[in-house]
């Protein structure tokens, strides 16, 4: 079946210590995005990709750092300047068509001590 | 710029209930429209969309209208479930014709409880 598949689904993390956030999708889709979600704040843009090898920040790129090397796949590494780091990551992906809906992964939640 | 209002939770209702859930937007353009579902420890899932005025989006019982006059999609159910019990977010995609799902505009979730 094709889909979006992020793992860990749980990662702990000491602060001040990069971490990388994996989302790979089978979909065929050119597009791919991330998202963070905070209680009561709804989805927040981060990094997005349209093509391989190419990526745009979103609305709260900073401490964030993404890559495209392949189509499916699109990590993101959350640095160490990241001054709060812990929340809900969910990737998503979408094909190059006018207003096509987004696919998401079932999320990475992070926590950072 | 373009944005999304929907109504805060969260909601509570006894199943066979009847479900609205408002969403007013503010866009440019001529957006789509979406309703997605987040269930308990989940991504997030497109329950129905629109794509221009008077269009209406259905799925598992659930519908919503593009009210263009209005600039409303409310999300509407004659008879939730317990299964229901999710986090419901509206959302709406730029008129851009580039292509605008980069541009995709979430409101903030409003949770549905239902108890049997």
């Known amino acids: 079946d094709g889909g979006i598949t992020q793992s860990p689904k749980y990662l702990f993390r000491k602060e001040g210590q990069n971490v990388t956030l994996s989302c790979e999708q089978n979909l065929n889709h050119d597009a791919m995005y991330w998202y963070r979600q905070d209680p009561g704040q709804g989805l927040r843009l981060i990094y997005y990709s349209q093509i391989v090898n190419d990526f745009q920040k979103g609305d709260i790129a900073e401490g964030y750092s993404v890559s495209r090397e392949k189509k499916e796949s699109f990590p993101l590494t959350v640095t160490s300047a990241q001054k709060n780091p812990t929340a809900f990551y969910l990737c998503?992906?979408?094909?190059?068509?006018?207003?096509?809906?987004?696919?998401f992964g079932n999320g990475t939640r992070l926590t950072v001590t | 710029g373009d944005s999304v209002t929907q109504m805060e939770g969260p909601v509570t209702l006894s199943e066979e209930a009847f479900l609205t859930i408002n969403c007013t937007y503010t866009?440019?353009?001529?957006?789509?429209l979406f309703w997605y579902v987040q269930y308990p420890g989940e991504g997030l899932q497109l329950l129905l969309k629109a794509t221009k005025a008077d269009d209406k989006g259905s799925n598992k019982g659930f519908e919503a209208t593009y009210r263009k006059e209005t600039t409303s999609f409310h999300l509407e159910k004659g008879s939730v479930q317990v299964s229901d019990s999710a986090v419901y977010f509206c959302a709406l995609s730029g008129g851009s014709p580039q292509g605008g799902s980069e541009k995709l505009v979430f409101g903030k979730g409003t949770k549905l409880t239902v108890n049997p």
């Open positions: 866009a440019t353009g001529y957006p789509s």
């Open positions: 998503a992906s979408s094909s190059s068509s006018y207003n096509s809906p987004l696919h």
